[in-house]
């Protein structure tokens, strides 16, 4: 199995877990900056974050997430006697990733502290959107607060609605079509005009003209 079916499978599970829909990247809160087609960081997150006091600012969610260090921080401010940073490598090897991910496992196991196993690889990996659901719940785990989520229509879906309207509109136009050209074959044939029948007049026609005009018809 390839690393891009594992990223695509790690990011399918983010998207269950969270139920997050993907909105379109705002670059210019407090100085945050991600890179596009990524979910924008709730500015309320944001600004917990930089209130912890951090060594590194948070620039790049998905970047500054990856190796653990950032969020071994976070959890320092709240528990300054057992998370010690000194224990923790601010590098980018995956051997460093891993050793900082295992240890704040093990102490969320300990603390019994939800870490959600999906975020935590998502994050590793580089998911897009990983390392802000990561901090959005670990926003709400500290805090006790809900990060304030808005309702993002489903593209899919509207999409799917739109081509559905589509073929049903032409589906119509061309059941139309078939009923008005079986019309005029039934009249040309059969002098039909719907539920119309025409019938040819047994009279004379210039008889019936000249009582008509002389005022004498009957």
Same mark, same amino acid.
């Given at each position: 199995?390839?690393?891009?079916?594992?990223?695509?499978?790690?990011?399918?599970?983010?998207?269950?877990?969270?139920?997050?829909?993907?909105?379109?990247?705002?670059?210019?809160?407090?100085?945050?900056?991600?890179?596009?087609?990524?979910?924008?960081?709730?500015?309320?997150?944001?600004?917990?974050?930089?209130?912890?006091?951090?060594?590194?600012?948070?620039?790049?969610?998905?970047?500054?997430?990856?190796?653990?260090?950032?969020?071994?921080? $976070?959890?320092?401010?709240?528990?300054p006697s057992d998370i010690?940073?000194?224990?923790?490598?601010?590098?980018?090897?995956?051997?460093?990733?891993?050793?900082?991910?295992?240890?704040?496992?093990?102490?969320?196991?300990?603390?019994?502290?939800?870490?959600?196993?999906?975020?935590?690889?998502?994050? $590793?990996?580089?998911?897009?959107?990983?390392?802000?659901?990561?901090?959005?719940?670990?926003?709400?785990?500290?805090?006790?607060?809900?990060?304030?989520?808005?309702?993002?229509?489903?593209?899919?879906?509207?999409?799917?609605?739109?081509?559905?309207?589509?073929?049903?509109?032409?589906?119509?136009?061309?059941?139309?079509?078939?009923?008005?050209?079986?019309?005029?074959?039934?009249?040309?044939?059969?002098?039909?005009?719907?539920?119309?029948?025409?019938?040819?007049?047994?009279?004379?026609?210039?008889?019936?003209?000249?009582?008509?005009?002389?005022?004498?018809?009957?």
């Amino acid at each position: 199995m390839t690393n891009r079916t594992l990223t695509n499978q790690t990011a399918t599970s983010l998207a269950s877990t969270t139920g997050r829909k993907q909105r379109p990247e705002d670059t210019t809160v407090f100085g945050y900056e991600s890179p596009p087609d990524t979910p924008a960081l709730h500015r309320d997150v944001l600004k917990w974050v930089q209130g912890l006091d951090l060594s590194q600012s948070l620039r790049n969610c998905r970047r500054d997430v990856a190796n653990g260090f950032l969020v071994a921080e $976070i959890f320092s401010r709240y528990f300054p006697s057992d998370i010690q940073m000194h224990s923790f490598a601010n590098a980018t090897s995956s051997h460093f990733k891993r050793d900082n991910w295992s240890q704040i496992k093990t102490f969320c196991t300990k603390q019994a502290i939800n870490l959600p196993s999906d975020l935590v690889e998502g994050a $590793i990996q580089g998911v897009h959107g990983a390392g802000i659901a990561l901090l959005e719940h670990l926003y709400e785990v500290f805090t006790g607060k809900k990060v304030p989520r808005l309702k993002v229509p489903d593209a899919a879906a509207a999409a799917a609605a739109a081509a559905a309207a589509r073929a049903a509109a032409g589906g119509g136009g061309v059941q139309d079509g078939a009923r008005l050209i079986s019309s005029t074959a039934k009249a040309s044939q059969n002098l039909e005009f719907g539920q119309v029948t025409t019938q040819q007049l047994a009279v004379d026609a210039m008889g019936l003209r000249r009582r008509l005009a002389g005022g004498t018809a009957s």
